[in-house]
C-alpha cells in the first residue's frame, strides 16, 4: 500500500498553474488584490491537474491518537491517561475540534495508531493501533521502521476510506500526550536547526521543564545517530522510526494518499507540520497538494513551514492541535477556490480592465 501509494503521487502540473495564474489574471478585480488566497486557489488547480480546481468541500477531519515513551522523561505535566480521555471527549462531541468541525461542515474521525490503553468500541472510531505507545525516543527507537510503515499505512488507509465516502478535502488532526517532544525531534532532524530552536512549552511547562526538554530532544538525536534524513526514502523512515510517534506516522500516510488521488490536505499545527517534513522526504511532490492551515506558537512549527515553503493562512497563537487551526482555515481555501468558478471575467461581464 505504502509503495502504491508514493507511485501515484505527481507534482503540480506547471501548464495548470500557468493557466490558473492567467485565469485570476482576468477576473473583476485588480491583479493581486485577493493576497494570498489566489495563490492558495493556484496551488489547488496545478495539484488538481484542473482549472479551476474542485471546490474542497466536504471536508473531512482525522485526529490520529497515540501515546510517547518519553513521557516518562517529565517532558509533560500533563499524565498520560489524558490521552484517553481526550479520545472518548472527541467520540462524544465534546472537544473544540468538534465545535470547529460543527463550524464547517465537515466529519470527525479519531483513529487509534498507538494509545497505551485499549478503547471501547465507537461509532467514529477506526483502530489501527501497532503498539501501546512508542518507546523512549531519548534511550534509543521510538519504533521499529516496520512499526513506522505500518503506521504510514494506516494513515494511508483512513485517507482512503475518507475519500472513498466523498471527502473532497482532507484535514490532519492529532492526540498525544507529549507529543510535541517527538515533534521537536523530527523537525530538528529534517530541517537541520538546533533542538533549542524549535522545541517549544507544548501545552505549557516551566522553564526547567522546558530546558529538561530541548535536552531529551538533543539526546534522543544524539543516541539515535539522526544525520540527514533528507538524504533518501530510507533515512526519512529510519529517522521517523527513531524520533517520532505513531500519529507522525499515519499523518505523513495520510498526507501522501492525500497527494496521490489529488485530494487536497490542509495541515494542522507543529505535530502535522512535522509529519510533512518525513511526506516530504518521502515524495516531495506531496506537499505540492497541501495547504498550511495556520501557523502555531511552538517555534518548530514555523521552522516545518519555512522549510516546506508553505505559508500559513492564519496566525492566531493556536497551540492546542486536534486540527483546530485546519478547520479554520478550510472557509478560506474553499472560498479561494470559489472566486475561480464564480467571479466573472472582464470579457464576459463587460468591465473595462486597467490600462497595462
Not at 501501546?132 to 494511508?156: C, F, N
Not at 522553564?207 to 534524513?229: C, F, M, Q, S, W
Not at 499515519?250 to 509529519?275: K, Q, T
Not at 497541501?290 to 501557523?295: F, L, T
Request: hydrophobic fraction near 50%; charged fraction near 15%.
Amino acid at each position: 500500500m505504502f509503495a502504491e501509494t508514493l507511485a501515484a503521487i505527481h507534482p503540480a502540473d506547471p501548464g495548470v498553474l500557468a493557466e490558473a495564474r492567467a485565469h485570476q489574471d482576468r477576473l473583476t478585480k485588480p491583479r493581486g488584490s485577493l493576497g494570498v488566497l489566489e495563490e492558495v486557489a493556484v496551488r489547488l488547480a496545478g495539484a488538481a491537474g484542473v482549472s479551476p480546481p474542485p471546490v474542497p468541500e466536504p471536508a473531512a477531519l482525522a485526529i490520529f491518537a497515540a501515546d510517547h515513551g518519553v513521557h516518562a522523561r517529565g517532558v509533560s505535566p500533563w499524565p498520560q491517561e489524558v490521552t484517553v480521555q481526550m479520545v472518548a471527549n472527541f467520540l462524544a462531541g465534546g472537544a473544540v475540534a468538534n465545535a470547529f468541525a460543527a463550524q464547517v461542515g465537515a466529519s470527525v474521525t479519531v483513529v487509534d495508531v498507538g494509545v497505551a490503553a485499549d478503547l471501547p468500541d465507537a461509532p467514529d472510531l477506526v483502530k489501527h493501533k501497532i503498539a501501546y505507545g512508542t518507546a523512549d525516543l531519548s534511550q534509543g527507537p521510538a519504533m521499529t521502521v516496520d512499526q513506522a510503515v505500518r503506521a504510514l499505512e494506516a494513515g494511508i488507509s483512513v485517507a482512503r476510506d475518507l475519500v472513498a465516502e466523498g471527502a473532497r478535502c482532507l484535514v490532519t488532526g492529532d492526540m498525544g500526550i507529549a507529543n510535541t517532544t517527538a515533534s521537536a525531534a523530527l523537525v530538528a532532524a529534517f530541517t537541520g536547526r538546533d533542538p533549542a530552536e524549535v522545541t517549544g512549552r507544548g501545552t505549557g511547562i516551566d522553564d526547567g521543564t522546558y530546558e529538561h526538554k530541548v535536552g531529551i530532544v538533543r539526546a534522543a538525536l544524539r543516541t539515535n545517530e539522526v544525520r540527514d534524513p533528507s538524504a533518501s526514502p530510507s533515512e526519512a523512515l529510519r529517522a521517523l522510526a527513531a524520533v517520532g510517534g505513531f500519529e507522525h506516522a499515519a499523518i505523513a500516510g495520510f498526507i501522501l494518499y492525500g497527494a496521490a488521488v489529488r485530494v487536497p490536505v490542509i495541515l494542522d499545527g507543529v505535530i502535522a507540520g512535522a509529519a510533512a517534513l518525513v511526506a516530504a522526504a518521502l515524495d516531495p511532490a506531496a506537499i505540492d497538494h497541501c495547504v498550511a492551515g495556520h501557523r502555531s506558537a511552538e517555534p518548530g512549527h514555523a521552522a516545518a513551514l519555512a522549510h516546506l515553503g508553505l505559508r500559513p493562512l492564519v496566525d492566531l497563537e493556536l497551540r492546542l492541535g486536534e486540527g483546530t487551526g485546519g478547520l479554520l482555515a478550510h472557509p478560506m481555501v474553499c472560498a479561494a477556490v470559489r472566486v475561480m468558478h464564480d467571479v466573472a471575467t472582464f470579457d464576459s461581464a463587460g468591465v473595462t480592465e486597467k490600462p497595462v
